[in-house]
């Protein structure tokens, strides 16, 4: 099983980037897709997370109404937009998969796949 992400990168405050997971080797539409990201010094944390049809998301209120998680079951992508971005948002984001999750707020025991991070960076 392979988590791909792509599209960090470094952006001024106000501006907006587009992360990316490709995944390969899973049953891509039995899975809770998610982003958790992990800030300099800081443990890792939930962001979005959206259903195995991708009819539901939930995100952490830090993000809520400035981030929007979609996905695409016919080409096994989850994607990140992220609109209004603060220096605050500065963090290597982490793509995440569950099989077994009930909930879409994502815990990190129930993620049996992990990308390996892409870093964003938010300059004042």
């Known amino acids: 099983v392979q988590l791909q992400a792509s599209g960090g990168g470094l952006v001024q405050a106000g501006g907006s980037l587009r992360l990316s997971c490709a995944a390969s080797?899973?049953?891509?539409?039995?899975?809770?897709m998610g982003w958790f990201r992990q800030a300099p010094g800081k443990g890792r944390e939930f962001v979005a997370a959206?259903?195995?049809?991708?009819?539901?998301?939930v995100y952490a209120d830090s993000v809520k109404g400035r981030f929007v998680i979609t996905r695409n079951n016919a080409e096994n992508t989850v994607s990140l937009q992220m609109h209004g971005l603060e220096p605050e948002d500065t963090a290597v984001f982490y793509c995440?998969?569950?099989?077994?999750?009930?909930?879409?707020?994502?815990?990190?025991?129930?993620?049996?796949?992990w990308g390996p991070g892409t870093q964003v960076t938010v300059s004042s």
């Open positions: 995440a998969a569950s099989w077994s999750a009930r909930s879409l707020l994502l815990e990190e025991n129930l993620i049996n796949y």
């Open positions: 080797g899973l049953s891509f539409r039995s899975y809770v």
């Open positions: 959206i259903s195995r049809g991708g009819g539901s998301t």
